[in-house]
């Protein structure tokens, strides 16, 4: 973990894991996979990812690409915003309608027995409840975290390095944001 207070609400942050299984760690600056290890050992998927495990469904293979697609559609592009559409057509979800303070809401269930679908009911009641915006890839480490801003306009995973792994990305792109205006001028 590299800065405190990114851990997204409830289930949520079994997803932030997930996505985080790909990571440029601070110490090597290295794209690092941990997703085929993980993948092959069940307790520390429990341990290090999710409570639900693995099925017979769930391939390597189907895992990256649906990480790529969590990853593309939390880097906040308007382009990537329908990525995650084909993956809801190919894992239907069950509606459940439940009692709130307020009336009645749905909430979605996995109709299937893997951790796809596990994964899916969770980003679709994210959405739902406009949690799923908050949880961003930082625009220069990729590191996901949640946004807890009142604001919800955080960038970067960090502004302070706050911790010894800890990276200062927003205050990093500020730097270079003014080098190069520096640059400029003196063009
Ligand atoms: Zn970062």
Redesign the pocket.
């Known amino acids: 973990m590299?800065?405190h207070n990114q851990a997204a609400p409830g289930k949520l942050e079994e997803v932030r894991r997930f996505i985080n299984t790909w990571s440029i760690p601070n110490q090597t600056r290295i794209e690092t996979d941990l997703l085929p290890p993980l993948v092959s050992d069940p307790i520390a998927w429990e341990r290090e990812v999710s409570v639900c495990p693995l099925q017979s469904g769930d391939s390597l293979e189907t895992l990256l690409a649906l990480r790529t697609d969590l990853r593309r559609t939390c880097a906040g592009h308007s382009e990537d915003r329908d990525a995650l559409n084909p993956w809801f057509e190919q894992t239907p979800l069950i509606a459940l309608v439940r009692s709130t303070d307020g009336g009645t809401a749905t909430q979605l269930k996995p109709s299937q027995n893997t951790y796809v679908a596990y994964i899916l009911a969770i980003v679709a009641n994210a959405i739902n409840c406009a949690q799923w915006s908050r949880l961003k890839t930082?625009?220069?480490?990729?590191?996901a975290?949640y946004d807890h801003t009142r604001s919800a306009s955080k960038r970067?995973?960090?502004m302070s390095k706050g911790g010894p792994q800890g990276?200062?990305?927003?205050t990093?792109a500020k730097v270079r944001a003014f080098r190069e205006r520096e640059v400029r001028k003196v063009r």
């Open positions: 590299q800065i930082c625009g220069d480490c990729q590191w975290f970067w995973c960090g990276r200062a990305c927003g990093i």
